[in-house]
Structure formats: structure tokens, C-alpha cells
């Protein structure tokens, strides 16, 4: 959807490297759901912002929401070459955590 | 089993003949959606259940989709009449009771590849 947009679509870092992937939204954000995908496989839930500003991480992975900028970011530290993938952003709209509408996707390769 | 389970991973169907995609949801969770995914795109939202009622609709892109859950457990989504535009990968997702009061996530399958001839 380009109401909801990823930046930048594909990234390839060196392994160790510090790494930021964005999902600007042109509506209100009730709750925005960041995944990852491995091809041919379903999505992986990684971590879940709410509505006010919030930043959550789980072991190297950082996810902040800019309620201002209607704006998140998955920030990963140290990359690793398990860290490879395409991470979608997905947002709700209406505020009952149903209906999501997800990016495009930014896909990720970490080389060694 | 511990995750959503969906079948057919793959599917290979001519164009004109109907097929049908099986989701098995994580045990006990009341909401079920199908997304459609296709190649280099994230998923589309095509419906969403919660326990047999089939509450949105909204995404599904013509009559010939049609998805139930008799039982507000397994749901199948069936298209009719394919047409090689129905090739895809289709996501089903399943969320806990308290999904919505708590806003959990939604799990997803693997998803069924379909190909259209």
C-alpha cells in the first residue's frame, strides 16, 4: 500500500553492522505489527507499538513509533547473518487490531 | 499443533478450475484472517472471522472467493473459476481470544502457493 510506506526496500550490510529500516504511514496508527519473512515461509511476529510513542526491543532489535511522524523504526544492532530476511511493517488503521495493511517489504542481506 | 497450520503448501491448478485452501488455526484462538500475498508485495487483507462469523469481507477481490469457518475453528477459502491474476501465495493468520481487547498479534501459517496455468 503507499499509504504505508517502507525505506529502504532492500539493504545489504556487513555482518556487525548497525542497521535502520522505516515504515512511514499516511493514516493514524493504532498499533504497528513488524514481521519478518523467510522466502517461502509464513511471517514471524517480531514486536508490536502501540498508539503513544513507544519503544520496545528484543535482544538486538529495536522498534520505535513517532506518534508525531506517524512514523516507525526497526533499528537492529550488530547484525547478524540470521538477521536476513524481508521485514514488513503492518498497520492498523482502525484501532481493533484486525485488518492489517502491510508495506512492500524491505528485504535484508547480511554478508560475512 | 503449536502454529497455524494451512494445505496445501503448494498448489497447481489450470485456469477455470475452482481449488480450495484448508487453514487450521492455533487451538482455542477465536479470530482467523486470510491475507493474499503476491510476489514481491506484502500481504492484502481478504477476510477476517471471529470464532464463524465472518465479520469483514471487504478484501476479497471478486465473487469468486469465497471463504467460510462452519465451526469458528478450520476455515477453507475457495476460489472459483481461477484465473491465472488468482496466482499467489494466500496467509492465513489466527489471534487469541484476547487479541483485540489486548491488541496480540496475529500468528500466521506458512501459507499455500497457488499457480495458475
Known amino acids: 500500500s503507499q499509504e504505508l510506506e517502507q525505506s529502504p526496500q532492500s539493504l545489504i550490510v556487513q555482518e556487525g553492522k548497525n542497521l535502520t529500516i522505516n515504515c512511514t504511514s499516511s493514516?493514524?496508527?493504532?498499533?504497528l505489527y513488524w514481521y519478518k519473512q523467510k522466502y517461502g515461509e509464513g511471517l514471524i511476529f517480531l514486536m508490536m507499538l502501540q498508539k503513544g510513542g513507544e519503544e520496545k526491543s528484543h535482544e538486538k532489535i529495536t522498534a520505535k513509533l513517532d506518534e508525531k511522524k506517524q512514523q516507525s523504526s526497526l533499528h537492529i544492532t550488530a547484525s547478524q547473518p540470521s538477521h536476513a530476511g524481508i521485514y514488513l511493517c503492518?498497520?492498523?488503521?482502525?484501532?481493533?487490531?484486525?485488518?492489517?495493511?502491510f508495506g512492500t517489504g524491505t528485504r535484508l542481506q547480511v554478508t560475512l | 499443533g503449536a502454529g497455524v497450520s494451512q494445505s496445501p503448501r503448494y498448489k497447481v491448478a489450470k485456469r477455470g478450475q475452482d481449488v480450495a485452501l484448508r487453514c487450521d488455526p492455533i487451538?482455542?484462538?477465536?479470530?482467523l484472517f486470510w491475507y493474499q500475498q503476491a510476489l514481491g508485495q506484502g500481504p492484502e487483507f481478504l477476510t477476517y472471522?471471529?470464532?464463524?462469523?465472518?465479520?469483514?469481507k471487504s478484501g476479497l477481490p471478486s465473487d469468486r472467493f469465497f471463504a467460510e469457518r462452519p465451526e469458528g475453528s478450520v476455515s477453507t477459502l475457495k476460489i472459483q473459476r481461477t484465473q491465472q491474476e488468482d496466482s499467489a501465495v494466500y496467509l492465513c493468520a489466527s489471534q487469541s481470544t484476547e487479541g483485540v481487547i489486548r491488541n496480540q498479534p496475529q500468528h500466521f501459517g506458512d501459507g499455500t502457493r497457488l499457480s495458475i496455468l
Open positions: 493514516k493514524t496508527l493504532y498499533g
Open positions: 472471522f471471529q470464532n464463524e462469523a465472518q465479520l469483514d
Open positions: 503492518g498497520a492498523d488503521w482502525a484501532g481493533t487490531a484486525s485488518k492489517l495493511t
Open positions: 487451538s482455542g484462538h477465536v479470530s
